[in-house]
């Protein structure tokens, strides 16, 4: 059977996560020029405004419609900035399993923001879309990635090795491509139990017509 996620807003105690839209276009640019975001993911470097542009009112939304996945913006509530993004994607509706990756503006970094998404994001797949496995991959080496895996009580389950191409700096400071391993993490229904008390409660989660 194959499906798609709807389009929702979904709130925990600090954040608001949603749509991205065209006004984000900015913000989300200037967040993914950054050494963290070049190492360990495979977004394009440098990351332009038209790169922005073109994820937003292309990509994102053809991965929805398509069933392969979601894109959401993660913003502040009190602020309503940009701060990160938390994307889904593979997701096969016969297993009822898709992978989740995040990424978080380096200004935002350390508070806790990729975790609180996280665990919200994957609190809504199961209660809301009885999607019944969530995967992450991370860099052998993605220390910060791994320690939000752990945070939110993700299982480590292998290491799929020489599958990640990781990035590091040449000597005249462009990126090249390096070969490392990628450890896989699962979060079942199960592994959810008591994680969310440790973390700030998921608020509530609200259709975009609503959400409008
Ligand atoms: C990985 C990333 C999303 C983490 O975002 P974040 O909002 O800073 O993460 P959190 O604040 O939720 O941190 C969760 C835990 O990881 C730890 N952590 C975060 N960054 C860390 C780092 N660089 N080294 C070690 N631990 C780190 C935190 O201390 C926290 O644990 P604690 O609560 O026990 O202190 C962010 O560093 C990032 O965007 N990196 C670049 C993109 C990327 O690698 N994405 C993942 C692809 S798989």
Redesign the pocket.
């Known amino acids: 059977m194959t499906s798609t996620f709807p389009n929702i807003s979904i709130s925990t105690e600090r954040l608001v996560l949603r749509p991205l839209d065209e006004d984000d276009v900015q913000a989300l640019a200037e967040m993914m020029n ?1 050494e ?2 070049a190492a ?2 495979d977004v394009p470097q440098p990351f332009t405004v038209a790169g922005a542009r073109e994820w937003i009112t292309n990509y994102a939304p053809a991965e929805r419609t398509s069933g392969r996945g979601l894109d959401l913006a993660v913003t502040e509530f009190l602020t309503q900035r940009l701060v ?1 993004i938390v994307q889904l994607t593979k997701t096969d509706w016969h297993v009822r399993s898709t992978e989740l ?4 503006a380096p200004w ?9 998404a996280a665990l919200a994001t994957a609190q809504w797949l199961f209660g809301d879309q009885k999607l019944e496995r969530i995967e ?4 052998a080496d ?4 791994q ?2 895996a752990q ?1 939110i009580g993700c299982i480590s389950e292998g290491v799929l090795r020489g599958a990640c191409i990781a990035h590091v700096h040449a000597d005249d400071g462009t990126w090249i491509d390096v070969r490392t391993d990628f450890i896989v993490w699962s979060l079942l229904p199960e592994d959810l139990e008591g994680t969310a008390e440790q973390l700030a409660d998921v608020d509530g989660f609200t259709s975009l017509a609503d959400w409008n």
């Open positions: 950054d963290q975001v360990w993911t990160g990756s995040y990424i978080i935002a970094r350390g508070e806790g923001y990729a975790s609180e992450l991959r991370t860099a993605n220390t910060a990635s320690q939000v945070k």
